[in-house]
């Protein structure tokens, strides 16, 4: 959506990119529903709001994000100039604030201490760049001009991905609080393999078939995925040190012990159900995509949309 926002007409499929960032968008907000307890009663988080919460930010920038989404699809596909460019400042203001809004918000949730690092802020701003440029990568009709941009987009943010976690790992040696244990912990600990496995295969491998110019949508696809790996293990890191409440209460939790290393805590860790609606929503995104795509709201050339 932010380079759907940022793109000028002819340059980029904006279309295209604008709605996968809508549908996207919507889909994260419905992938968010059956954490409610009670979905049909989502309708409070708008007309009776708790503004103490860090959720009420996630929800009205996400609103925020679809409606001017909306507005820039609208004035691409019909060719409404001043539509389009009221879509685009609000789209590109939105784009970075949803994240940015996000990554706060669970930084600041009380007692996961795992969550609490501030370098997933900037990490969560490299990834909005790094996954746009993938799916620009992936997606078809891309001039070669443009294509050689998001290639040089997406290595350069695969970079920055690579040195803020390598720079949070490094602080290891010299601090010793909750937030950073729990990242070691990850790193060495039960789910090691898929943190490794995020900076191997989703970031480095991509990163050096980017650099040589060889199959960049496969290297996108990894990028992606290497995303996807990283936010589940950082999800993961928010359970690995016991709350604030349970610390209070003196119970004793077996976490990095000294002849044992990093150990996992029986806390929240993603249950089947969860990965099936996660799933599900991925699914319900694609089949969504490809209607719009094989509809009249996309049209086969850009062109058509002037």
Same mark, same amino acid.
């Given at each position: 959506?932010l380079l759907?926002?940022?793109g000028?007409?002819g #340059?980029l *499929? %904006?279309i295209?990119?604008? /709605?996968v960032?809508?549908?996207?968008?919507?889909?994260a907000?419905?992938?968010?529903?059956?954490d409610l307890g009670?979905?049909?009663?989502?309708?409070r988080l708008?007309?009776?709001?708790? *503004?103490?919460? *860090?959720l009420?930010?996630d929800?009205w920038?996400?609103s925020?994000t679809? /409606?001017?989404g909306?507005?820039? =699809?609208a004035?691409? %596909?019909?060719?409404?100039?001043?539509?389009?460019r009221v879509?685009?400042?609000?789209s590109?203001?939105?784009a970075?604030l949803?994240?940015?809004?996000t990554?706060?918000m669970?930084?600041s949730i009380?007692?996961?201490l795992g969550?609490?690092s *501030?370098? #997933? =802020?900037?990490?969560?701003?490299?990834?909005?760049v &790094?996954?746009?440029?993938a799916?620009a990568l992936?997606?078809?009709?891309l001039?070669d %001009?443009?294509s050689n941009?998001?290639?040089?987009i997406a290595?350069a943010?695969?970079?920055? @991905? =690579?040195v803020?976690?390598a720079? #949070?790992?490094?602080?290891?040696a $010299? %601090?010793?609080?909750?937030?950073?244990k729990a990242? #070691?912990a990850?790193m060495f600990?039960?789910?090691a393999p898929?943190?490794w496995?995020?900076?191997i295969v989703?970031?480095v491998?991509p990163?050096?078939m980017?650099a &040589?110019?060889?199959?960049?949508?496969i290297?996108a696809?990894?990028?992606?995925?290497? =995303?996807?790996?990283g936010k589940y293990t $950082?999800?993961?890191?928010?359970?690995?040190?016991?709350?604030y409440g349970? &610390?209070?209460?003196?119970?004793f939790v077996p976490t990095l012990?000294?002849?044992?290393g990093?150990?996992?805590?029986p806390? $929240?860790i993603?249950?089947m159900?969860?990965f099936f609606?996660?799933?599900?929503v991925v699914?319900i995104?694609?089949?969504?995509?490809?209607l719009a795509y @094989?509809s009249k709201?996309?049209p086969?050339?850009e062109?058509a949309?002037?």
């Amino acid at each position: 959506l932010l380079l759907a926002a940022l793109g000028k007409t002819g #340059e980029l *499929p %904006r279309i295209k990119l604008a /709605v996968v960032g809508v549908v996207c968008s919507a889909c994260a907000g419905l992938a968010i529903l059956p954490d409610l307890g009670r979905p049909l009663g989502m309708w409070r988080l708008f007309f009776a709001p708790n *503004p103490a919460s *860090p959720l009420l930010l996630d929800v009205w920038l996400l609103s925020a994000t679809l /409606v001017f989404g909306v507005l820039l =699809i609208a004035g691409l %596909r019909f060719g409404k100039a001043a539509l389009a460019r009221v879509g685009s400042i609000g789209s590109a203001v939105f784009a970075v604030l949803l994240p940015l809004g996000t990554a706060v918000m669970f930084c600041s949730i009380p007692g996961k201490l795992g969550w609490e690092s *501030p370098a #997933e =802020i900037a990490i969560a701003m490299v990834h909005v760049v &790094m996954a746009g440029a993938a799916v620009a990568l992936l997606a078809k009709g891309l001039a070669d %001009r443009t294509s050689n941009n998001m290639e040089k987009i997406a290595l350069a943010m695969i970079v920055a @991905n =690579i040195v803020l976690v390598a720079g #949070e790992a490094m602080l290891l040696a $010299y %601090r010793n609080d909750f937030a950073l244990k729990a990242m #070691e912990a990850v790193m060495f600990g039960t789910f090691a393999p898929l943190f490794w496995a995020q900076m191997i295969v989703g970031l480095v491998v991509p990163g050096v078939m980017l650099a &040589m110019r060889k199959m960049p949508t496969i290297a996108a696809g990894l990028a992606l995925l290497g =995303i996807l790996l990283g936010k589940y293990t $950082y999800v993961v890191r928010g359970s690995v040190y016991p709350t604030y409440g349970e &610390m209070s209460e003196g119970i004793f939790v077996p976490t990095l012990q000294q002849m044992q290393g990093p150990q996992m805590i029986p806390t $929240y860790i993603p249950t089947m159900n969860e990965f099936f609606v996660g799933g599900a929503v991925v699914a319900i995104a694609v089949l969504v995509l490809t209607l719009a795509y @094989n509809s009249k709201l996309v049209p086969a050339d850009e062109t058509a949309a002037k």
